[in-house]
C-alpha cells in the first residue's frame, strides 16, 4: 500500500467508525459563585464517563482529558465556556462533548449542561438543582450529565443505577485523591517519574474515605492505584479486594489489577487483564491506549500499530493517536508511511512541541536529515528550549556530518537537562558526544564520554551505530561502568526496572498475600 493511499483509507475508515459508535468526552464542570472542593469537578466527570461506558459509546477517561490539556495548556477548571469546551473535544477526538457549569445557590447548587456534536454549532442544553453537600451533588450532577448525553443522541435505555448514599467527608477525601492521581503520568513503554510527595497523600485521602466509608468503591479503586504505584503492594491488593466486591467494574481497580499482574505474573496476564476489561466496556478508551502501549513494550509492533489505526479510526482529529502509530509503524521499519502519519498528527497541532520532536525523529529514521533539522531549529531558538529538543537536533546534525555545530548543541543539552528526570537526555547527550569523539577519532575521548554517559544511568547498547564506540571498552571495563551507572530515582513501571529500562521480560519474585494469578491458558 502507498502512503498516499493508506492515509486516504485512513481517512475513508473514520466517518463511518465514529457514525457507528460515537466516541464522548464529559468535560469537568465548571463552578461559580461558590469554591468546590478540592477534585470535585474531576468526580463529576469521572462518575459521568464511568455511567456511560457501554457497547454504544467510546468514552474518554479523566486521565486522558488530563493529558491532553497538559500538553495544551489548557485549564480544566476552564472547559464549561462552550468554545473551551468545544476545542477539548476536537483534540481529543470526541464526537459528542458535554460541558457544563454549577453555580452556588442559596439551597445548594444549580447545574446548567450542554450537549454538542462536533461540526455541529447547536447544542441541547439543560439545568437541575441540588441540595449543598458533596455526597448528592457528585452523584446527581454525574446522572444528570449522562442522561443528558443519551438523550441528545436520541438514546433510550433504562436509568442509569442510583449511587450509593454516602458521606460528604469522604466524597471530598475521594475527589481530592482521584484528582492528585490523575496528575501522575502513566506510560508502559518507559518508566513514569512519579511525584511520591503526592501520591503519599492520594494514598492517605483514598485511605481516609473508605474508612468513612467502605461502600465508596471508586476510592477503594483508586486507593489499589494509588498504593501500587507507591509499591505498596499488599495495600493495593487488598483495595483490589475491597473494589471487587462491588460487582461493577471500576476503571482505577482494573488498572491497579494490570499494574499488579503485569509486575508479578507476565505482560501476557496483563494482556488478559485489558482484553476483559474492553470484552466487558468496549468502551473503556484509556484500556484501548493501554494495550498496544503494553504490546510495543513487549516487541509486538505489528499488534500495537493495529490497535493505534483502529483507535485513529474513531478520534479522525486526535493527534496524539495519530503520533502514536507513526511510531509503532517506525518500529516496524516503514519510515516513509511513519513519517507522513507524524505529518498528519502535526497538522492537526502545528504549536505541539511534543508533534513536532515525533515528527522529526520520523524524518531521522527515514534519513531525511535536512527536514528534521527544519523542523527542529525553530524550537531550539526559544529561550526557554528543552534539553530534549537540543539532543535531538544535536543528533542530527551529527548524522549530516555537521560536526561542530552537534558538539555545541549536544554540550548545550547536557548542560540544560537539570531535573532529576531529564537523566535520560544527560545520558543520551553523552553518548552522543562520544560518537561525535569516535567520528574525530578521538577514541580515549569516547570512551571517557561513554563513561559519563553510563554514570548518568545509561545502559551501554552495542546498537547498530554504537558497536564500534562501544567495542572501545573491555568487557571489564563495560561491566565496571555498569555497575557504577546510578539507578534513577522516584521511577516507577508496571514491568521490573534495570537502571530506568523497563524489564517487560521479568518479574518480581515474592507476590504479595492475597494476589490472585490470572489464568492465561
Not at 560518537?435 to 547498530?464: C, M, N, R, V, Y
Request: aromatic fraction near 6%.
Amino acid at each position: 500500500m502507498t502512503r498516499s493511499f493508506a492515509v486516504a483509507a485512513l481517512c475513508l475508515s473514520l466517518t463511518a467508525s465514529a457514525a457507528e459508535s460515537p466516541v464522548v468526552v464529559v468535560l469537568p464542570p465548571a463552578f461559580q459563585g461558590g469554591r468546590a472542593s478540592e477534585g470535585i469537578a474531576l468526580a463529576i466527570q469521572e462518575h459521568a464517563s464511568a455511567l456511560l461506558l457501554s457497547k454504544r459509546e467510546w468514552v474518554l477517561h479523566g486521565r486522558q482529558l488530563a493529558n491532553m490539556a497538559s500538553r495544551h495548556r489548557m485549564k480544566l477548571d476552564a472547559m464549561g465556556d462552550p468554545n473551551v469546551a468545544r476545542q477539548a473535544a476536537e483534540r481529543v477526538g470526541a464526537r459528542v462533548f458535554a460541558y457544563s457549569t454549577a453555580t452556588k445557590t442559596p439551597k445548594g447548587w444549580k447545574l446548567d449542561y450542554a450537549v454538542g456534536k462536533v461540526g455541529e454549532v447547536g447544542v441541547k442544553e439543560g439545568s437541575v438543582e441540588f441540595p449543598a453537600g458533596e455526597a448528592v451533588l457528585v452523584p446527581a450532577a454525574a446522572t444528570a450529565i449522562a442522561s443528558a448525553v443519551r438523550a441528545a443522541q436520541g438514546v433510550k435505555e433504562d436509568p442509569f443505577p442510583t449511587a450509593l448514599p454516602s458521606k460528604d467527608g469522604a466524597m471530598r477525601d475521594f475527589a481530592a485523591c482521584q484528582a492528585l492521581l490523575l496528575e501522575q503520568p502513566l506510560g508502559l513503554e518507559n518508566p513514569t517519574v512519579l511525584n511520591q510527595v503526592q501520591l503519599t497523600r492520594a494514598v492517605g485521602l483514598c485511605g481516609a474515605a473508605v474508612k468513612a466509608d467502605p461502600q465508596l468503591h471508586a476510592a477503594w479503586g483508586s486507593l489499589a492505584l494509588a498504593a501500587a504505584f507507591l509499591g505498596n503492594d499488599e495495600r493495593a491488593v487488598f483495595a483490589l479486594s475491597q473494589a471487587k466486591a462491588s460487582g461493577t467494574p471500576v476503571a482505577n481497580a482494573i488498572l491497579a489489577r494490570f499494574w499488579l499482574v503485569t509486575r508479578y505474573q507476565s505482560g501476557e496476564a496483563g494482556e488478559k487483564v485489558l482484553l476483559e476489561a474492553i470484552a466487558t466496556l468496549p468502551g473503556f478508551l484509556l484500556a484501548r491506549t493501554y494495550l498496544p502501549e503494553l504490546y510495543t513494550a513487549l516487541g509486538r509492533h505489528q499488534d500495537a500499530a493495529r490497535l493505534w489505526q483502529e483507535y485513529a479510526a474513531r478520534t479522525p482529529t486526535n493527534a496524539f493517536i495519530i503520533s502514536r502509530l507513526a511510531g509503532s509503524l517506525a518500529k516496524l521499519g516503514k519510515t516513509a508511511e511513519a513519517a507522513s502519519f507524524a505529518e498528519k498528527a502535526l497538522a492537526f497541532d502545528p504549536d505541539s512541541e511534543e508533534l513536532s520532536l515525533e515528527l522529526a525523529s520520523r524524518y531521522v529514521d527515514g534519513g531525511q536529515l535536512d527536514k528534521a533539522m527544519a523542523v527542529l531549529e525553530p524550537l531550539a531558538a526559544k529561550k526557554d528550549v528543552r534539553g530534549e529538543v537540543l539532543v535531538r537536533l544535536g543528533y542530527a546534525k551529527l548524522l549530516a556530518g555537521k560536526l561542530d555545530d552537534a558538539n555545541a548543541l549536544l554540550t548545550r543539552a547536557y548542560a540544560s537537562a537539570k531535573a532529576p528526570g531529564e537523566w535520560r537526555t544527560r545520558g543520551r547527550a553523552k553518548l552522543n558526544l562520544a560518537l561525535l569523539a569516535f567520528k574525530q577519532d578521538k577514541k580515549d575521548d569516547a570512551k571517557k564520554l561513554l563513561g559519563e554517559a553510563a554514570k548518568e544511568g545509561l545502559s551501554l547498547k552495542p546498537t547498530p551505530e554504537m558497536k564500534d564506540v562501544v567495542a572501545l571498552l573491555t568487557p571489564e571495563e563495560a561491566q565496571q561502568l555498569e555497575a557504577k551507572g546510578k539507578a534513577a530515582s522516584g521511577e516507577v513501571s508496571p514491568f521490573p526496572l534495570a537502571k530506568g529500562e523497563v524489564q517487560p521480560a521479568a518479574t518480581r519474585e515474592k507476590a504479595p498475600k492475597g494476589f490472585e494469578p490470572v489464568d492465561v491458558k
